[in-house]
């Protein structure tokens, strides 16, 4: 039987890279959780990234490792498509919530699967505003700090 989904947003995925608050416990999750997250997560992630590379937390030959483990990691994803619906959802969210707008992205991707799938998953997430918009929304959240 596959190990059953859960959401992850890209606070977490950082933390299977980079080793911050968090890492060990996102580790655990990435191996007890088949991955889902929005097409928005690889730019993101390398977004992030590129900033901590630029800020010198980050050495070139540790990039390059980490850009070659995520390329193998990636056939692992599940990445959900930014459809007019998931657009449509996030601008709602985006008004009932302070989300700003890649979060609210991910929370609507997130009850986009949960509503095409029937199926209720966590959503991870290491960000403070996306945790306490997800739950005010009835979404399972697992926080991970």
């Not at 997560?41 to 990039?63: H, K």
């Not at 070659?68 to 657009?87: F, I, T």
């Not at 991910?106 to 306490?132: C, E, K, L, N, Y």
Request: overall charge positive; glycine content about 2%.
């Amino acid at each position: 039987m596959p190990a059953p989904w859960a959401y992850f947003d890209t606070s977490v995925l950082v933390k299977r890279y980079v080793r911050e608050q968090g890492s060990a416990r996102a580790q655990t999750l990435l191996r007890r959780y088949r991955f889902l997250s929005s097409a928005i997560a690889p730019a993101e992630m390398m977004s992030a990234l590129c900033r901590r590379r630029a800020a010198g937390e980050l050495a070139e030959r540790d990039f390059d490792v980490i850009l070659s483990r995520m390329q193998k990691d990636r056939a692992y994803w599940e990445l959900v498509e930014v459809s007019p619906l998931v657009l449509s959802q996030t601008e709602e969210l985006i008004q009932r919530t302070p989300l700003r707008t890649l979060d609210a992205i991910h929370v609507a991707s997130a009850m986009a699967f949960q509503a095409a799938s029937g199926i209720q998953i966590p959503f991870m997430t290491g960000d403070i505003r996306q945790r306490d918009a997800a739950q005010r929304l009835a979404i399972n959240v697992v926080w991970v700090r």
